[in-house]
């Protein structure tokens, strides 16, 4: 090739260089990028290498950012931002009041017309709605669920069998004390939330009747010195015998420990242990729901609902932001999500399969059981005194046997009355 055909053949090759650039220039220009805000930082690896590129691969031209910030600093950097006009286009939604707040500012959008939320059940969008119910401004993402893990080679060794019932599950709490290798259950009270949390609303689903019973306390229509609101504490009394020496100094650090070493047959918890314990364990793990009363009583969870995501009222991509929830609410996240996060469940009302055996067992419960949610979550706790913060302290109490379970319930009752009146 002589010089005047190469000089021509370089400029034709730049030329077209220049327009395959150009063109993709133009294509990267076209994409939309969506910014996901969230306090879940330890799930930036799950978005990066699982969730984003299988929505970007099934959505071209929709490009994904997660931007998490720190767990603590969550709430105070994401309303900043919000007000500046800064914030990401979807909103990782805390349960209940605060992302309730964020709806009534105007900041998240209304989800009633999203195609997806068909997929969730009103238990499953109670966090995430208005007070009468009529708007849900979050899709539902996962729930945790309460219930007892217990190590199964201690109960093979101590000849005991899961119990279904409370008689059964003070039988199996009186032979393992009996036993002697085992610390019966591994829960303390220093903490006082763990009480509360793995104590009165593991179990009180089945005194009051879960749904049924919360939304009664709501209405007014039930209190908290009601038989149904003070049998709880009065099964918790019972549990001070079987929870080890020193309990009352026990904090929620030390019962993980107590268990993961094989030194406590039961944990009383909820399915958020599941990947913390996993890696931590050499024996085999099971579970089993909160014992009914009696035999052939219906069966009750505290199936808490614990994330959601939703759209920023502001963004300049409502139609991206739309296309990325829907996804959200497929059974496609929700299969990636759960299975990257044993132990947090999807909302979905279709049934996701899961690989991890003890998160599959504790899901599984819901075909068996009740699902219902915490009882303070809802409204109850907008006051001072708090209801949430007040449960824990008398659940510590009870335990240690400084209050009766009556007592508990006129004071918590008593707080509630100084500041909530019941919508007419």
């Known amino acids: 090739m002589n ?3 190469f000089s021509s053949a370089l400029l034709a090759s730049s030329v077209l260089g220049a327009s395959v650039l ?4 133009a294509a990267s220009a076209a994409d939309v990028a969506l910014t996901i805000e ?3 930082n330890d799930d ?5 290498e699982k969730l984003i590129p299988a929505f970007e691969a099934a959505n071209p031209g929709i490009k994904i950012t997660f931007n998490p910030s720190t767990p603590t600093e969550y709430d105070a950097a994401l309303g900043a931002k919000l007000d500046a006009g800064t914030a990401g286009d979807i909103i990782t939604c805390r349960p209940f009041d605060k992302s309730l707040a964020l709806y009534e500012k105007g900041q998240l959008s209304s989800l009633n017309d999203l195609e997806g939320m068909k997929n969730f059940s009103d238990v499953a969008k109670s966090a995430w709605q208005t007070d009468d119910g009529k708007t849900a401004f979050c899709v539902p993402v996962a729930s945790v669920i309460h219930g007892f893990i217990y190590n199964k080679d201690a109960f093979e060794k101590v000849g005991v069998s899961v119990p279904k019932t409370e008689e059964e599950f003070f039988a199996v709490m009186e032979k393992i004390k009996a036993d002697g290798n085992y610390i019966p259950m591994a829960m303390g009270t220093k903490d006082l939330w763990e009480a509360a949390t793995m ?3 593991n179990i009180g689903p089945t005194y009051w009747k879960g749904e049924e019973g919360r939304k009664a306390l709501i209405a007014g229509t039930q209190k908290l010195t009601d038989a149904d609101w003070v049998g709880p504490f009065k099964t918790l009394a019972k549990w001070k015998d079987y929870l080890g020496d020193g309990f009352e100094a026990q904090t929620y650090p030390d019962s993980q420990n107590l268990f993961t070493l094989g030194r406590a047959a039961v944990y009383p918890t909820g399915s958020w242990e599941i990947s913390v314990f996993n890696p931590q364990v050499d024996f085999k793990m099971g579970a089993f729901p909160p014992p009914v009363r009696k035999d052939g009583d219906t069966c009750y969870i505290s199936d808490h609902n614990d994330l959601g995501i939703g759209m920023n009222a502001k963004t300049k991509n409502p139609e991206a932001a739309a296309k990325f929830l ?3 609410a497929s059974d496609e996240f929700a299969t990636i999500y759960a299975n990257a996060l044993p132990g947090f469940f999807s909302l979905s009302s279709n049934e996701i399969k899961l690989e991890d055996p003890l998160a599959a067992e504790m899901v599984g419960w819901r075909k068996d059981c009740k699902s219902t949610i915490r009882s303070t979550y809802q409204i109850l706790s907008r006051g001072t005194p708090n209801l949430e913060n007040e449960t824990w302290i008398e659940s ?5 046997g400084t209050v009766t379970p009556e007592q508990a319930g006129e004071k918590l009752q008593k707080g509630l009355d100084s500041w909530y009146k019941p919508a007419k």
């Open 22 to 25: 150009g063109a993709v220039s």
């Open 396 to 400: 510590a109490n009870v335990i240690n």
């Open 38 to 40: 969230s306090w879940r």
């Open 3 to 5: 010089f005047k055909n």
């Open 199 to 201: 104590g009165y609303q």
């Open 44 to 48: 930036l690896p799950i978005w990066q």
């Open 326 to 328: 829907n996804w959200v």
